[in-house]
């Protein structure tokens, strides 16, 4: 099976740097995908890392360390419009065939 | 079409009473997923299409869940005699082939509520 653990809450201040934290446990890893979702609304894609190291996307990354079993996404120059849930998911080897999501983070950003 | 697509968008129906809930996916993709999302919770996972078949029905909380897609295309999502514990948003989710690096594409789900 796998366990997937992501702070419940955080808050930010608008224009600063924000990092949330993953960590899983898989029997077999298989990728691991960072999903935004702001309330009432369908999770959307932000980001996917197979293999270890950073991936930059504009004011999002994301870094893996498959060894460490650990994930963060990183959003700089916060807007009020980050305010919303972050989803941790993770493809693991034995069920390749579905996501298992944590339970996601919610980012409040304040003036 | 161009995105996922489910319906209705919100349900409210009374206890032991059945509900479907329907899911049409981007046009195209073979792989099709339903999740569920308790108030204030992470995505669970119920069930996975490739084509009509389900190879991992793993999720389905139990006989009361049952779902089924045709034409490669749309699927329903069947709860019979709700419960008030079954009140929570049914998300559906499709991607191209459903290999192992693709995304998931999204609809906006379903709020059901059972009163």
């Known amino acids: 099976g796998q366990n997937i653990d992501q702070p419940t809450e955080m808050t930010a201040t608008e224009g600063a740097i924000v990092q949330i934290n993953c960590t899983y446990q898989?029997?077999?890893?298989?990728?691991l995908f960072w999903y935004q979702q702001h309330a009432g609304e369908a999770p959307t894609f932000l980001s996917y890392?197979?293999?270890?190291g950073l991936e930059e996307k504009g004011r999002f990354s994301s870094f893996l360390s498959r060894s460490k079993g650990y994930s963060y996404l990183l959003l700089k120059e916060l807007q009020m419009k980050d305010s919303a849930s972050y989803l941790c998911a993770v493809r693991d080897t034995g069920t390749a065939s579905k996501l298992t999501f944590g339970t996601g983070t919610r980012l409040q950003v304040t003036l | 079409g161009a995105g996922v697509s489910q319906s209705p968008s919100n349900k409210v129906t009374e206890k032991g009473k059945d509900v479907e809930l329907r899911c049409d996916p981007i046009s195209g993709h073979t792989a099709l997923y339903w999740y569920r999302q308790r108030l204030g919770q992470g995505l669970e996972f119920l069930i996975y299409f490739q084509g009509n078949s389900a190879p991992d029905k793993s999720g389905l909380p139990s006989d009361r869940f049952s779902a089924e897609r045709t034409g490669e295309s749309v699927s329903t999502l069947t709860i019979q005699r709700t419960q008030q514990e079954d009140s929570a948003v049914y998300l559906c989710?499709?991607?191209?082939?459903?290999?192992?690096?693709?995304?998931?594409?999204f609809g906006s789900g379903t709020q059901l509520s059972v009163l």
């Open positions: 898989t029997s077999g890893f298989n990728g």
């Open positions: 890392n197979v293999l270890d």
């Open positions: 989710a499709s991607s191209l082939t459903g290999g192992v690096h693709e995304k998931l594409f």
